[in-house]
Nanobody, 124 residues
Framework: QVQLVESGGGLVQVGDSLRLSCIVSGRSIVNYYMGWFRQFPGNEREFVAAMAWNGARTHYADSVKGRCTISRDNAKNTVFLQMNSVKPEDTAVYYC?????????????????WGQGTQVTVSS
């Protein structure tokens, strides 16, 4: 098992910056892809960003390119999503996920392990 615990969400204003964290525990994830997804009310979960744990590859949704950065602290087993210049349309529950295959990194169904989610609300 891989356990993922997100934190860092909250209520922010338009244009603010926010850093979400995902602490990883359990089996080794050295060869995993780590992803961030978000879910809007009444909609399907959608891709935000992903990276190989070793940092060799990163991927971003067009909606967040230039505003978000995915990174990790290997010593702390933590994945981050830095969000800058947030918009009201960024309001969603954000989920951290782990994928042991790393083939379809933008598809929620490809991820085996998920955190409980953290709410981000951007007020206008």
């Amino acid at each position: 098992q891989v356990q993922l615990v997100e934190s860092g969400g909250g209520l922010v204003q338009v244009g603010d910056s926010l850093r979400l964290s995902c602490i990883v525990s359990g089996r080794s994830i050295v060869n995993y892809y780590m992803g961030w997804f978000r879910q809007f009310p009444g909609n399907e979960r959608e891709f935000v960003a992903a990276m190989a744990w070793n940092g060799a590859r990163t991927h971003y949704a067009d909606s967040v390119k230039g505003r978000c950065t995915i990174s990790r602290d290997n010593a702390k087993n933590t994945v981050f999503l830095q969000m800058n210049s947030v918009k009201p349309e960024d309001t969603a529950v954000y989920y951290c996920a782990a994928d042991s295959v790393g083939i379809e990194v933008a598809r929620p169904a490809a991820y085996e392990f998920w955190g409980q989610g953290t709410q981000v609300t951007v007020s206008s």
